[in-house]
Nanobody, 124 residues
Framework: VQLQASGGGLVQAGGSLRLSCAAS????????MGWFRQAPGKEREFVSA????????YYAGSVKGRFTISRDNAKNTVYLQMNSLKPEDTAVYYC??????????????????WGQGTLVTVSS
């Protein structure tokens, strides 16, 4: 199974982007999926996650109220709608899939599959 992230680009502050993460090469038996981001010189940080079966969502404080995560079960795809973007949101965004219960959505080590990343650049 491979994850393909897309939708990144260059946007002005205050603008919006919608990221997509699609699974291919088979059905992803995912317990949950998440988005992380990594800015230059910084560690990868949690952005948002969604429990696949229930749709329960989780957000980092820095994006809560601006970003919305959603999923399409039929398409095996998760989305991240990003509104009111700020220059500090500039980063490479990665999607990950968690296949086992018991882990935390907030830490990369609990994710089993990763997409290749998509670059989001927010200009001031």
């Amino acid at each position: 199974v491979q994850l393909q992230a897309s939708g990144g680009g260059l946007v002005q502050a205050g603008g919006s982007l919608r990221l997509s993460c699609a699974a291919s090469g088979g059905t992803l038996n995912s317990y949950g999926m998440g988005w992380f981001r990594q800015a230059p010189g910084k560690e990868r940080e949690f952005v948002s996650a969604i429990r696949w079966s229930t749709g329960i969502t989780y957000y980092a404080g820095s994006v809560k109220g601006r970003f919305t995560i959603s999923r399409d079960n039929a398409k095996n795809t998760v989305y991240l709608q990003m509104n009111s973007l700020k220059p500090e949101d500039t980063a490479v965004y990665y999607c990950g899939a968690m296949t086992q219960m018991g882990g935390s959505y907030y830490y990369t080590r609990f994710y089993d599959y990763w997409g290749q990343g998509t670059l989001v650049t927010v200009s001031s």
